[in-house]
T-cell receptor, first 112, second 115 residues
Framework: QKEVEQDPGPLSVPEGAIVSLNCTYS??????FMWYRQYSRKGPELLMY????GNKEDGRFTAQVDKSSKYISLFIRDSQPSDSATYLC????????????FGQGTTLQVKP | ETGVTQTPRHLVMGMTNKKSLKCEQH?????MYWYKQSAKKPLELMFV???????ENNSVPSRFSPECPNSSHLFLHLHTLQPEDSALYLC??????????????FGPGTRLTVL
């Protein structure tokens, strides 16, 4: 079983749609949950992070964690063409080295 | 320059060549990382340096040799690579490496093609 599972897509939606991106994980020791966004020909950049279960909102973005199901989600409201990117979930895997364990990434295209 | 820079942005090399990738961070961070990003695979951590000391080597073949001369610079020396080593190589930095929450800042990557 992979430590992190993420559907690679691609996911194509019309502008203004609500987008739901998801990851499942197997390691119950994960405490922080991160979403990175990677534009074409760029490196990933941190979009949001959450600690423990619950929701966190930042503008049009909402991160949701369900630790009991080992399931995290990123919701994008009123999606824009500028949201077209690959979204990667990430989990700190070690407190000693700062290692991050990434999902495969979901490629999102928002069509105008 | 700001953030994390990487050179070259693109590199094509033969299997017998020796080349080096360079990374520089302008953020005053103490930890630096090399990742490999292949198509349809998650980012794979290769090496971690904290205060210029290697703290993680993620079972990487010896044909990849990292070097961290100071906390701002990181190199990846390449020799006798295989075609399956073709990938995007990403460098990242963070404030420290020893905390559970650890935002990493990535460079744009070097697109490597091995012929």
């Amino acid at each position: 079983q992979k430590e992190v599972e993420q559907d690679p897509g691609p996911l194509s939606v019309p502008e203004g749609a609500i987008v739901s991106l998801n990851c499942t994980y197997s390691n119950s020791a994960f405490q922080y949950f991160m979403w990175y966004r990677q534009y074409s020909r760029k490196g990933p950049e941190l979009l949001m992070y959450t600690y423990s279960s619950g929701n966190k909102e930042d503008g049009r973005f909402t991160a949701q964690v369900d630790k009991s199901s080992k399931y995290i989600s990123l919701f994008i409201r009123d999606s824009q063409p500028s949201d077209s990117a690959t979204y990667l979930c990430a989990f700190p895997g070690s407190s000693n080295t700062g290692k991050l364990i990434f999902g495969q990434g979901t490629t999102l295209q928002v069509k105008p | 320059e700001t953030g994390v820079t990487q050179t070259p942005r693109h590199l094509v090399m033969g299997m017998t060549n020796k080349k080096s990738l360079k990374c520089e961070q302008h953020l005053g961070h103490n930890a630096m990382y090399w990742y490999k990003q292949s198509a349809k695979k998650p980012l794979e951590l290769m090496f971690v340096y904290s205060l210029e000391e290697r703290v993680e080597n993620n079972s990487v073949p010896s044909r990849f040799s990292p070097e961290c001369p100071n906390s701002s610079h990181l190199f990846l020396h390449l020799h006798t690579l295989q075609p399956e080593d073709s990938a995007l190589y990403l460098c990242a930095s963070s404030q420290v490496a020893g905390t559970l929450y650890n935002e990493q800042f990535f460079g744009p990557g070097t697109r490597l093609t091995v012929l």
